[in-house]
Nanobody, 125 residues
Framework: QVQLVESGGGLVQAGGSLRLSCAAS????????MGWFRQAPGKEREFVTA????????NYADSVKGRFTISRDNVKNTVSLQMNGLNPEDTAVYYC??????????????????WGQGTQVTVSS
């Protein structure tokens, strides 16, 4: 079992930045791909970004490419999401997730076995 806890969400003005963190416990995450998903009110959960176990492969949704950066520290057992150039459309609950197929950066939420409780990101215009 992997327990995931997100932090770093909050309220920010359009154009601002936030850095989300995901702390893992229970097992080391060095054999998991890690992903971030988000869900806005009234919408389905959507893929944001994912990173393979070594950090060698990263995958981004088109809507965040060039603005968001995912990184990981397998020693500290953490994953981070640096979000720059935020706009109101980025407002959502952001979830960290772990995928056992550690060599793949899947965009499909069903591939991910473990999920955090989410952290709210609100971007005001």
């Amino acid at each position: 079992q992997v327990q995931l806890v997100e932090s770093g969400g909050g309220l920010v003005q359009a154009g601002g930045s936030l850095r989300l963190s995901c702390a893992a416990s229970g097992r080391t995450i060095d054999r998991y791909s890690m992903g971030w998903f988000r869900q806005a009110p009234g919408k389905e959960r959507e893929f944001v970004t994912a990173i393979s176990w070594s950090g060698g492969n990263r995958n981004y949704a088109d809507s965040v490419k060039g603005r968001f950066t995912i990184s990981r520290d397998n020693v500290k057992n953490t994953v981070s999401l640096q979000m720059n150039g935020l706009n109101p459309e980025d407002t959502a609950v952001y979830y960290c997730a772990a995928d056992r197929t550690y060599w793949i950066t899947s965009t499909y939420s069903g591939e991910y076995a473990y999920w955090g409780q989410g952290t709210q990101v609100t971007v005001s215009s």
